[in-house]
């Protein structure tokens, strides 16, 4: 008999056997086209088999292979196969998710094969002649070129991280190698895609990221995996591309948050790349000013090497000095406090620019009575309507729900209603009333929804035609403003007492790559915090620039609480319409889980962070162990018992390395 044995995306995903019908020789990675119900799939061969134990009345032969697309590699198998089974996912699905969506559909158009050109072996000059420190980082990594080799690289703001990665894939590319690339958000950074294009005329490079239609998408992946693209610069998506002639990885700013994808396959894309590292026998720099503890603690115990970059690159440039405002005695009038003010104006008389940093979008947080106490809440979530006062509405950026906004209060028709807090919308008019002749423009989810939007404020920054830059998390990454020499970071207290032990870090993180922003040519740069707490030992090391004293820190209170990298987590979410019901489902879960077990700690059911969320309401329940060794076949165990109970009334999933726990 002549048998496929087919890996498909469907619900608890096992492999599917169809008859090859003559004329078709699939191999193992081919794509094929199959009948599933009467739908065609597409569906990836894991091999050919000559028996089944399909009754042959049921067997169906598989329609067609997919011809446009090579079959996937054996090393692509191994990483594939890492992730489903590392992250509890069935391998079907794993091989979707590496599949660009156009490859995925059964019914599509033909696509060109990749022009395979072009590739100049450099050498690729640099336009500067490299620090010190960036010759060592660089050989440090060079000695490890064709074996694993994970470096991490340790560079202060504006160290001049990006040109040691260059001088790296012009080494691979010089040794016929590709390089991948990852950066977090490349929607971002679009400096960085041309800054690559230029330093390699003639090199074929792709990126991909969830931008591209659907079309370059699969055009990347063709090209990256037929070879044809020797530079690979793309979002975590792309950390699964297939690379036949891989020879380095990079992931750039190795601690950000959005390298963890939070559904379906809950991969860490910088985890993954180093996995994958491990697998092709190749060096992986993981380059960050505030690495993740996790890498940090690989690196102090030897499992990776360390680079490290103390000093800014470009002549002249020195770190920012940072300085707390007490907002207890220099009280902020409509957010802003006089010591900022002052400072913004000083640099709007010399020409300089500034940056106003808020991690909160809108005009104000919530809506409020002030006769009732009524509040803005979003009725399908535990979290308040955000007031979006231009467009006149009140929004849940949890389930993206709106209404108008009320003219009187709807507990007791006061017209007495009023804005508690700030967000950017907010900040923006105070400033602008403060400052009427400056320039400003806002930086956030909102203003940037429209695509090109970031990158023409981008440009106007550049230009000189902003004054001050107003916005979220979307400025403390990568941008480099030779003009900018102040930053204000308001309200960010808020972490210093969040429940998630990971806020800390992050808010070392986000305000030191925001503080990064400041003075990166000739004009010093000055960083001001507005804070309750201007003695908190956590701004303390972030005005001292002192990164290693404040993970030094927080490893030892990680260490004492047992939490990550000294211990492991899997996370079970469940949510459901039925009150009780997720809670009843994960103390089913832990139960089950107490009787696989041994050498794990199961937590109580507790509620979700955000217990309701578009009316499902939602909780989740946390498992440690002290090594990945315990965890792992624990959680195979666990996942089949929980797939064979066959939920029907609550919606779970297992969440591997949680980083919201
Ligand atoms: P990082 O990624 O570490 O924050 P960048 O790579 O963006 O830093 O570099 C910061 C600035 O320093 C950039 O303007 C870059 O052009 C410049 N730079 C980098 N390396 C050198 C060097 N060797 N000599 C002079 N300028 C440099
Ligand atoms: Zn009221
Ligand atoms: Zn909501």
């Known amino acids: 008999m002549r048998i496929a044995r087919v890996a498909l995306d469907v619900p608890l995903g096992q492999a599917f056997d169809f008859a090859v019908p003559e004329g078709l020789e699939p191999v193992r990675g081919s794509l094929v086209r199959v009948p599933f119900g009467r739908l065609a799939k597409v569906g990836v061969v894991l091999s050919r088999e ?49 599949l660009p969506p156009r490859l995925r559909q059964a019914k599509r158009r033909r696509i060109k094969a990749p022009a395979t050109a072009e590739t100049p072996a450099g050498p690729f000059p640099s336009p500067v002649t490299a620090t010190a420190r960036q010759e060592v980082a660089v050989e440090l990594v060079r000695s490890g070129f064709g074996r694993f080799h994970p470096v991490l690289l340790f560079g202060v703001t504006g160290s001049g991280k990006t040109e040691v990665y260059l001088r790296l894939i012009a080494d691979a590319l010089a040794a016929g190698k590709q390089a991948l690339y990852l950066v977090p958000e490349i929607g971002l950074t679009p400096q960085l895609e041309s800054r690559v294009r230029e330093r390699f005329p003639g090199v074929a490079i792709v990126a991909a990221h969830s931008h591209l239609g659907e079309g370059e998408r699969a055009a990347a992946w063709l090209a990256a995996q037929s070879g044809a693209a020797r530079i690979v610069l793309g979002t975590r998506l792309a950390a699964l591309s297939p690379m036949p002639a891989l020879g380095l990885i990079v992931v750039d700013e190795e601690h950000d948050p959005s390298y963890k994808q939070h559904e379906g396959l809950r991969y860490s894309a910088r985890d993954v790349a180093v996995r994958r590292a491990q697998i092709a026998g190749i060096p992986v720099v993981l380059g960050s000013a505030t690495p993740s503890l996790e890498s940090w603690h690989n690196a ?8 490290r970059i103390d000093e800014r690159a470009s002549a002249g440039a020195t770190l920012p000095r940072v300085r707390a405002v007490d907002t207890r005695a220099d ?32 005009f104000s947080p919530v809506l409020f009575c002030r006769a009732c106490a009524w509040h803005s809440a979003c009725s399908r979530c535990s979290a308040n309507l955000v007031l979006h006062l231009k467009a006149g509405e009140l929004r849940c950026h ?40 400056a320039r400003i423009a806002r930086v956030d989810r909102d203003t940037t929804a429209r695509k090109g939007a970031l990158a023409e404020v981008l440009e106007q920054v550049r230009g000189r035609e902003v004054d001050i830059l107003v916005g979220t998390q979307m400025l403390a990454k990568g941008h480099d403003y030779p003009n900018l020499t102040l930053v204000g970071a308001l309200d960010s207290d808020c972490a210093l007492y969040s ?10 993180a986000l305000l030191t790559q925001v503080a990064g922003r400041a003075g990166r040519a000739e004009e010093p740069g000055e960083v001001i915090i507005q804070t309750d707490f201007p003695g908190h030992p956590l701004y303390a090391a972030v005005a001292r620039h002192d990164y290693p004293a404040f993970a030094e820190a927080a490893l030892a209170e990680r260490r004492l609480a047992g939490f990550p990298p ?25 139960r089950e889980a107490e ?30 162990a002290a090594t990945r060794a315990a965890m792992q076949p624990f959680l195979a165990r666990w996942k089949a018992a929980l797939d064979a109970k066959g939920e029907r009334r609550v919606r779970w999933s297992l969440d591997v390395d949680p980083q919201e726990a």
Do not use: M, W
């Open 50 to 98: 000559t028996r089944t134990d399909i009754a042959p009345e049921r067997l169906r032969p598989l329609e067609s292979v997919v011809d446009d697309v090579a079959p996937l590699a054996e090393s692509d198998f191994a990483l594939l196969g890492f992730c489903a089974a590392y992250y509890q996912r069935p391998l079907g699905e794993v091989l979707h998710a590496c």
């Open 300 to 307: 102090s115990q030897g499992r990776y090497a360390l680079a």
């Open 331 to 362: 009280i902020p009038a409509d957010g802003l406090t006089d010591g900022l003010l002052r400072a913004l104006k000083a640099r709007l008389a010399k020409g300089e620019q500034s940056l106003v940093f808020l991690n909160r979008r809108g």
């Open 398 to 437: 949890h389930c993206g729900h709106r209404e108008r906004v009320p003219k009187k209060c709807p507990g007791c028709a006061s017209p007495d209603l009023a804005p508690v807090g700030h967000g950017t919308q907010r900040i923006e008019e105070t400033l602008q009333a403060a400052l009427p002749e």
């Open 499 to 508: 429940v998630d032990f990971r806020a800390s870090e992050r808010l070392f």
């Open 566 to 590: 000294f211990t492991h987590l899997a996370l079970l979410r469940a949510e459901s319409k039925a009150a009780g019901e997720a809670t009843r489902f994960l103390r089913e879960a832990a």
């Open 595 to 624: 009787g696989i077990g041994k050498d794990i700690e199961v937590f109580d059911p507790v509620p979700a962070p955000l217990e309701r969320k578009a009316g499902y309401e939602r909780a989740q329940l946390l498992v440690r």
